[in-house]
């Protein structure tokens, strides 16, 4: 199932500690970047640290009514804590 959450509030840039990536192309696409995102937390003593108020973001960079899909960028920011 495929979903999308708007909260509309909140300051990107007082998450605390995070660690993001710039995805390339369809959104379909992002769990094999997610993937190496989490490899690069583990082999640098990192986990991923997501509770209610420490989700998963991600901010679009591209229109996706006008560029073509493997085009497409997007932020990708996870919380993490070191390990």
């Not at 583990?42 to 085009?71: C, T, W």
């Amino acid at each position: 199932m495929n979903y999308i959450t708007v909260r509309g509030k909140g300051n990107p840039n007082e998450e605390g500690l995070c660690v993001q990536c710039m995805h390339m192309g369809a959104f379909d696409e992002e769990p094999r970047t997610i993937a190496l995102t989490d490899t690069f937390l583990r082999e640098n003593g990192y986990a991923n640290d997501f509770s209610s108020g420490r989700m998963h973001h991600e901010i679009y960079l591209s229109d996706a009514r006008r560029v073509p899909q493997e085009k497409w960028r997007t932020v990708i920011r996870h919380p993490v804590r070191k390990i």
